[in-house]
């Protein structure tokens, strides 16, 4: 597996697109920084055209936009759709840093309005092919409110959280919308809040029943978190249950229990949202070295 993420980002590999072993039967990989650059020196909002676009390197991906060829070096290979290629190419052009929707408004759907469906449609096409062909070497982050990138799995020390729909546990469907309604504003505060990258709700509301094993949300996502809960109403009121569970060791950080008087609707998502996302902070927030403890730093 070639590594492409080095201490500064990405590697020489990645931006001058250099293979060993293959340079001779290929022609040159062209370099992700030729494309033309804005003002700002960015790449991300410069047209995707397939047909001119050079193959790219991406780890052990081989990406050839004109065929519209992905093919991993251990064999597996996947012709994907023009606009999936296109996303590609956009993420792999911005080298980790992150691609707004306008940008790829712009580059890949050439500035033709499109609904949210049809961008999320092609994103979690990427998320998938990165999964499969890719077997997991690179993931696709969505920043709440801001764009994508593309990371490496094998960066330490970033968590990446994913806050899953919370279960109507209520009788009848009478409280689904207070139920998603609770979830949408957990994750807006956590993501505003925590410093960590948070996966948007196109991503991880889906999942239901069975489908939330740690495991599977892990696999699925490229996550090393999830947040879950449950709704349950009695009543004139209603008990908000929420916890916080590491992936790789399907180990529960922080769990609570909400119970509230259900006479405004808007005020108590606020407060659930606003002390769960206080909680998840204080989890992630960095710790104080031993040596600093009880002292007076000045």
Same mark, same amino acid.
């Given at each position: 597996?070639?590594?492409?993420?080095?201490?500064?980002?990405?590697?020489?590999?990645?931006?001058?697109? @250099?293979? $060993? *072993?293959?340079?001779?039967? !290929?022609?040159?990989?062209?370099? #992700?920084?030729?494309?033309? /650059?804005?003002?700002d020196g960015?790449?991300?909002?410069?047209?995707?055209?397939?047909?001119?676009?050079?193959?790219?390197?991406? *780890?052990?991906?081989?990406?050839?936009?004109?065929?519209?060829?992905?093919?991993?070096?251990?064999?597996?290979?996947?012709?994907?759709?023009?606009?999936?290629?296109?996303?590609?190419?956009a993420l792999?052009? @911005?080298?980790?840093?992150?691609?707004?929707?306008?940008?790829?408004?712009?580059?890949? !759907?050439?500035?033709?309005?499109?609904?949210?469906?049809? #961008?999320?449609?092609?994103?979690?096409?990427?998320?998938?092919?990165?999964?499969?062909?890719? &077997?997991?070497?690179?993931?696709?982050?969505?920043?709440?409110?801001?764009?994508?990138?593309?990371?490496?799995?094998?960066?330490?020390?970033?968590?990446?959280?994913?806050?899953? @729909?919370?279960?109507?546990?209520?009788?009848?469907?009478?409280?689904?919308?207070?139920?998603?309604?609770?979830?949408?504003? #957990?994750?807006?505060?956590?993501?505003?809040?925590?410093?960590?990258?948070?996966?948007?709700?196109?991503?991880?509301?889906?999942?239901?029943?069975?489908?939330?094993?740690?495991?599977?949300? @892990?696999?699925?996502?490229?996550?090393?978190?999830?947040?879950?809960?449950?709704?349950?109403?009695?009543?004139?009121?209603?008990? #908000?249950?929420? &916890?916080?569970?590491?992936? $790789?060791?399907?180990?529960?950080? !922080?769990?609570?229990?909400?119970? /509230?008087?259900?006479?405004?609707?808007?005020?108590? &998502?606020?407060?659930?949202?606003?002390?769960?996302?206080?909680?998840?902070?204080?989890?992630?927030?960095?710790?104080?070295? /031993? !040596?600093?403890?009880?002292?007076?730093? /000045?």
């Open positions: 597996m070639h590594t492409v993420f080095d201490r500064s980002g990405w590697s020489d590999e990645l931006r001058h697109g @250099a293979h $060993a *072993g293959l340079s001779r039967a !290929w022609p040159p990989t062209k370099s #992700i920084r030729d494309p033309p /650059r804005r003002r960015e790449t991300g909002g410069a047209p995707v055209r397939l047909a001119a676009e050079a193959r790219l390197r991406l *780890g052990a991906l081989t990406i050839e936009p004109s065929l519209r060829s992905v093919a991993h070096d251990g064999g597996a290979s996947e012709i994907v759709e023009p606009r999936v290629m296109q996303v590609l190419v792999v052009r @911005a080298e980790g840093r992150i691609v707004s929707r306008d940008e790829l408004l712009t580059s890949c !759907w050439h500035g033709v309005v499109v609904g949210e469906d049809a #961008i999320n449609r092609v994103i979690g096409r990427v998320r998938r092919l990165l999964d499969g062909v890719g &077997q997991g070497a690179f993931g696709l982050e969505t920043v709440t409110k801001v764009g994508y990138r593309l990371v490496s799995a094998g960066r330490s020390g970033e968590p990446r959280l994913a806050v899953l @729909a919370f279960e109507n546990l209520c009788d009848g469907d009478d409280m689904a919308w207070f139920s998603n309604g609770v979830s949408e504003e #957990i994750l807006q505060t956590v993501a505003s809040g925590a410093a960590l990258a948070v996966i948007g709700r196109g991503s991880s509301f889906h999942f239901r029943g069975a489908e939330k094993s740690a495991s599977h949300v @892990a696999a699925a996502l490229n996550v090393t978190h999830l947040l879950d809960g449950s709704v349950r109403r009695s009543g004139p009121k209603v008990r #908000i249950s929420a &916890q916080l569970i590491e992936c $790789a060791g399907q180990t529960t950080l !922080w769990s609570d229990r909400f119970d /509230r008087e259900l006479s405004d609707f808007l005020a108590v &998502q606020d407060e659930i949202a606003g002390a769960v996302a206080a909680a998840v902070a204080t989890v992630f927030a960095p710790r104080q070295p /031993r !040596w600093l403890s009880g002292r007076d730093v /000045r």
